[in-house]
C-alpha cells in the first residue's frame, strides 16, 4: 500500500543567514519543509502565499520586532503554531512572548535538541 505523506510546512523569519541555514538543514532532515524570510515583510508575503504549519519567529528583525508579525499570523494563520526565537533569553521575553500568542519560546543559541523538542511540544 502506497502512502503520500505531505512534509509539514515551516517558516523561518530570521535576518541571520546563518540561523536560516542551520534551521532549514535541521527541519529538511527532520522531514519538514522550511521556507526562509529575512524581514517582517518578506515574512508577511510568504504568509499570504501559503499556509504554514509552524512559524520560527526572530524577536529581533532589521525591520521591527517579532511581536509585530504575531497578530498577522494568529489572524490568517490560526492553525500555525509559533516558536518564537531570540538571543534575549530573559523572563520578561518570554512571558511576552506567550502572553501575545507564541506557543513556544527557543533562547539562542540552539541546538537541536531544542528544535526538536519545541516541534515535539507544539506537536508540529
Same mark, same amino acid.
Given at each position: 500500500m502506497n502512502t503520500v505523506s505531505l512534509a509539514k510546512r515551516v517558516l523561518i523569519v530570521d535576518d541571520e543567514t546563518d540561523i536560516c541555514l542551520l534551521l532549514s538543514g535541521l527541519l529538511r532532515r527532520l522531514g519538514y519543509q522550511p521556507t526562509c524570510?529575512? /524581514?517582517? +515583510? +518578506? #515574512? =508577511? @508575503?510568504c504568509l499570504s502565499a501559503q499556509k504554514f504549519d509552524a512559524i520560527f519567529l526572530d524577536l529581533n528583525l532589521p525591520d521591527g520586532l517579532g511581536f509585530d508579525l504575531l497578530p498577522s499570523i494568529k489572524e490568517g494563520q $490560526? +492553525?500555525? &503554531?509559533?516558536?518564537?526565537?531570540? *538571543? /534575549?533569553? #530573559? @523572563? *520578561? +521575553? %518570554? =512571558?511576552?512572548?506567550t502572553e501575545q500568542g507564541a506557543d513556544y519560546f527557543? #533562547? &539562542?543559541?540552539? $541546538? %537541536? =535538541?531544542s528544535v526538536e523538542m519545541a516541534l515535539q511540544t507544539i506537536e508540529v
Open positions: 524570510a529575512h /524581514f517582517i +515583510e +518578506e #515574512g =508577511r @508575503q $490560526t +492553525e500555525a &503554531k509559533v516558536i518564537m526565537i531570540s *538571543a /534575549f533569553d #530573559g @523572563q *520578561a +521575553e %518570554r =512571558r511576552r512572548a527557543i #533562547g &539562542k543559541p540552539f $541546538t %537541536r =535538541r
